[in-house]
């Protein structure tokens, strides 16, 4: 009679991220924290555009040279609602920046729980990065700018 062999699987990710992994995470972490925390101190600017200012860049050329917003116009201002979780103002704002203020969120979340916890979480969010969703995230930029270009006065 023919005993069963017992089955054997081979792991080809480790269970728990390597220190590097957790390290990097936790820079991760900081740098979401840093852009978020900075947002939640500006004042949002009430023509929706120009915060960036209080943080001693200069006035956007392209507006100056066009008299029109440019691709990123009104992301800081549109952080800085979010920061004050004024999110339908971070929306009409500038809607990407509202977009990527959630995400940015999201990334500090999960990048703190993979550099505490060790989990695979960030190598799980990585796979979710495919060509499909760089143009994807392209057309949302593209539409926003076109909704910004609309909704400038």
């Known amino acids: 009679m023919n005993q069963a062999q017992p089955i054997t699987l081979e792991r080809t990710t480790p269970l728990r991220s390597s220190t590097g992994e957790r390290i ?49 116009c009104g992301m800081t201002t549109s952080f800085s609602h979010a920061g004050e979780a004024q999110w339908a103002s971070a929306i ?8 990527l203020a959630l995400l940015t969120a999201m990334i500090f979340c999960a990048a703190t729980h993979q550099a505490v916890t060790a989990s695979r979480i960030g190598s799980v969010a990585q796979t979710l990065i495919k060509p499909k969703i760089i143009i994807l995230f392209f057309l949302l930029v593209m539409g926003a700018w076109i909704y910004k270009i609309i ?3």
């Open 24 to 72: 990097g995470a936790a820079i991760l972490a900081l740098a979401c924290l840093f852009v978020l925390s900075t947002a939640a101190f500006l004042t949002p600017d009430p023509q929706g555009h120009a915060t960036h200012t209080q943080l001693g860049m200069p006035a956007c050329s392209w507006v100056m040279m066009f008299e029109k917003p440019c691709p990123t």
């Open 151 to 153: 909704t400038w006065s």
């Open 92 to 99: 009409l704002t500038q809607p990407m920046g509202a977009l």
